[in-house]
């Protein structure tokens, strides 16, 4: 549940745990929550997370846009779409997603 807001600001929101035990182990990998948002929606600095954290010296911004140009996404973006134009059955794509992860948290006072 810490890590259920990943990157984003999301501003009203509830999360609610339960916890179920069963025979079975997971046949799903452990991945970020939810789907792809947008950068719109990145948290920011001074952002007040779902627990409480204000978060400082937050680079996620500038890391994001150096990364975006360093590995050319936007010119490799219009590579895969024109490929999918051009090509009917075979298609590509390409994505960028960020993860957030905190520490684990072990006291009980959270």
């Known amino acids: 549940m810490f890590h259920s807001d990943d990157v984003y ?3 009203n929101v509830r ?9 079975f182990t997971s046949h ?6 939810g789907c792809p948002q947008e950068e719109i929606n990145f948290q920011s600095e001074g952002c007040v997370t779902h627990c409480s954290q204000q978060l400082q010296q937050f680079t996620l911004p500038q890391i994001w846009n150096e990364l975006k140009l360093s590995c050319e996404f936007l010119k ?3 590579e895969v779409d024109q490929f999918n134009l051009q090509n009917r059955w075979k298609k590509r794509g390409v994505a960028m997603v ?5 520490i684990s948290f072990a006291a009980k006072v959270i």
Not at 15 to 23: A, F, H, Q
Not at 98 to 102: E, G, I, L, V
């Open 9 to 11: 600001d999301i501003p």
């Open 76 to 78: 490799t973006r219009v």
């Open 28 to 33: 799903t990998a452990f991945r970020g929550f």
């Open 98 to 102: 960020p993860t957030k992860f905190d």
């Open 15 to 23: 999360i609610n745990g339960k916890v179920c035990l069963t025979n």
